[in-house]
C-alpha cells in the first residue's frame, strides 16, 4: 500500500468516528428532559357578588314590607286632577294603609313609568297605580294584574266618540236621548272613506287608539290625521272646518264640548254633533299586584282601600296621592280591557310607546 492510499484509508476512518461521534451526541440531546416553561398565572378576577335572596320573613312583615309605587312623573291621562306633594301622600296612604291592613307598607318613588315597570317586572315592588296603556304592558310581561279600578269623575271607565261640523255633510248616527248608535259600525264608518281626521295624539286612548281601531277593523281607508295634541284642540279645528274632516275626543266620563275654555266658540254644541260613540270601554286608573301577591293580602288590602274611598277624607288622600281625582273604588279584572286590547292590535301598537297613558 502506496503512503497516498494509508492516508486516505486513515482520513475515512477519522471521518466515520467523527459522524459516529455526532450521531450519539444529537441522540442523547433528544433523551434530555424537557425544559419546564413557567406556568401563565391568571388574571385575577372580580370576587362575584352574591345574588339578592328573598326574605324569609313573610311579605307584609316589617322585615319584608309591602312596597307601593308612586311615579312623580305627572299622570297622562285624558282627565287629570288633583295637586301638591305626591310624594308625601303617596307616604301618608301607605302609612294609612298599614294602619287599616295590619301590613307594614312603604311607599318607593320613581321618575318615570318606564322605571316602574321594570321593577314590576323584577319583583322590586308589590302594588302600583297604572294608567290603562301602561297597564296592558305591565300584563303584557307577565309583571301586573289589575285588582282595582278607580271612579274618575263619577265613572269606572270612559269612552270615545266621533264628532264633525254639521255643514260637512256627515250623517250623525249617535242618540243622545237613548245613547246608542242606531247602526252598525261598518254603516256609520263607511261615509268616512277617504276624509282626513283630527286625533289628539296617536297614544291617546280616546283620542285617536279606541276611534282609529274601530274604524281600522271596518277596513275603511282614511287620509293620514292631523295631530292636534289636546281635545279641545280638536273641537275648535272642526268648529273653524278646512283642517280636518272628523276628529275624535273623549266620551262617557264628560264632553270636551262644554269645556270652558271654549265656550267662546257660540252655538258650539249645535255646531259639532256626535256621528258615533264607544260604550265606556277604557278603565281609568287602576291598582295592580305583581301576580304572586298572595291573595289573602289582595283581598285585605282591596277591602281597606274600598272602604277608604267611602269617605271624603279617603278620597281626597287617595287623589292628591296620584294627583288624579278618585271618588270611589271598586274590584276589576283583565277582561275589562278587551276592548282597548282589540284597538291596540287592529293598529299594531307598540306598547312600550305609550308608557304613562
Known amino acids: 500500500m502506496n503512503k497516498t492510499n494509508h492516508r486516505t484509508d486513515r482520513w475515512k476512518l477519522f471521518s466515520h468516528s467523527l459522524v459516529f461521534t455526532l450521531v450519539i451526541f444529537t441522540l442523547s440531546a433528544c433523551q434530555l428532559p424537557a425544559q419546564q416553561l413557567p406556568t401563565p398565572t391568571p388574571p385575577p378576577t372580580e370576587a362575584l357578588q352574591p345574588s339578592p335572596t328573598p326574605s324569609n320573613q313573610p311579605l307584609g312583615s316589617a322585615d319584608n314590607p309591602l312596597?307601593?309605587?308612586?311615579?312623580?312623573?305627572?299622570?297622562?291621562?285624558?282627565?287629570?286632577?288633583?295637586?301638591?306633594?305626591?310624594?308625601?301622600?303617596?307616604?301618608?296612604?301607605?302609612?294609612?294603609?298599614?294602619?287599616?291592613?295590619?301590613?307594614?307598607?312603604?311607599?318607593?318613588?320613581?321618575?318615570?313609568?318606564?322605571?316602574?315597570?321594570?321593577?314590576?317586572?323584577?319583583?322590586?315592588?308589590?302594588?302600583?297605580?297604572?294608567?290603562?296603556?301602561?297597564?296592558?304592558?305591565?300584563?303584557?310581561?307577565?309583571?301586573?294584574?289589575?285588582?282595582?279600578?278607580?271612579?274618575?269623575?263619577?265613572?269606572?271607565?270612559?269612552?270615545?266618540?266621533?264628532?264633525?261640523?254639521v255643514n260637512t255633510?256627515?250623517?250623525?248616527?249617535?242618540?243622545?236621548?237613548?245613547?246608542?248608535?242606531?247602526?252598525?259600525?261598518?254603516?256609520?264608518?263607511?261615509?268616512l272613506r277617504g276624509l282626513r281626521p283630527c286625533w289628539v295624539s296617536l297614544d291617546s286612548p280616546s283620542g285617536y287608539i279606541l276611534p282609529a281601531g274601530a274604524i281600522a277593523k271596518t277596513g275603511v281607508q282614511l287620509q293620514p290625521g292631523a295631530v292636534l295634541q289636546s281635545h279641545t284642540a280638536v273641537i275648535r279645528?272642526?268648529?273653524?272646518?278646512?283642517?280636518?274632516?272628523?276628529?275624535?275626543?273623549?266620551a262617557v266620563s264628560?264632553?270636551?264640548r262644554t269645556a270652558s275654555n271654549v265656550q267662546d266658540l257660540p252655538y258650539l254644541m249645535d255646531q259639532i254633533q256626535v256621528i258615533w260613540r264607544s260604550g265606556p270601554v277604557i278603565p281609568n286608573?287602576?291598582?295592580?299586584?305583581?301576580?304572586?301577591?298572595?291573595?289573602?293580602?289582595?283581598?285585605?288590602?282591596?277591602?281597606?282601600?274600598?272602604?277608604?274611598?267611602?269617605?271624603?277624607?279617603?278620597q281626597d288622600l287617595l287623589t292628591r296621592a296620584n294627583q288624579y281625582d278618585i271618588q270611589g273604588l271598586?274590584?276589576?279584572?283583565?277582561?275589562?280591557?278587551?276592548?282597548?286590547?282589540?284597538?291596540?292590535?287592529?293598529?299594531g301598537i307598540d306598547l312600550k310607546t305609550t308608557l304613562g297613558r
Not at 295592580?288 to 283581598?299: L, T
Open 67 to 165: 312596597l307601593l309605587a308612586v311615579v312623580t312623573e305627572p299622570v297622562d291621562l285624558e282627565n287629570e286632577s288633583g295637586s301638591g306633594d305626591l310624594s308625601a301622600a303617596s307616604a301618608e296612604l301607605a302609612q294609612t294603609l298599614a294602619n287599616q291592613s295590619g301590613y307594614s307598607i312603604e311607599s318607593i318613588e320613581f321618575s318615570n313609568y318606564a322605571d316602574l315597570i321594570r321593577a314590576l317586572d323584577r319583583r322590586e315592588v308589590h302594588i302600583a297605580w297604572l294608567p290603562p296603556l301602561t297597564y296592558l304592558r305591565a300584563a303584557q310581561l307577565g309583571a301586573a294584574r289589575v285588582a282595582l279600578l278607580t271612579n274618575n269623575f263619577g265613572v269606572y271607565s270612559y269612552g270615545a266618540q266621533i264628532i264633525a261640523n
Open 169 to 191: 255633510n256627515l250623517k250623525a248616527f249617535y242618540d243622545p236621548a237613548a245613547g246608542v248608535n242606531t247602526d252598525t259600525d261598518e254603516a256609520i264608518f263607511d261615509q
Open 330 to 347: 271598586r274590584e276589576a279584572k283583565d277582561s275589562d280591557y278587551n276592548a282597548l286590547k282589540e284597538a291596540v292590535k287592529e293598529l
Open 237 to 250: 279645528a272642526l268648529y273653524v272646518k278646512d283642517i280636518c274632516d272628523f276628529g275624535a275626543t273623549f
Open 285 to 314: 286608573l287602576n291598582l295592580s299586584y305583581i301576580p304572586e301577591m298572595p291573595q289573602e293580602i289582595a283581598q285585605n288590602l282591596n277591602s281597606a282601600l274600598i272602604t277608604l274611598a267611602k269617605t271624603p277624607e279617603g
Open 254 to 256: 264628560g264632553d270636551p
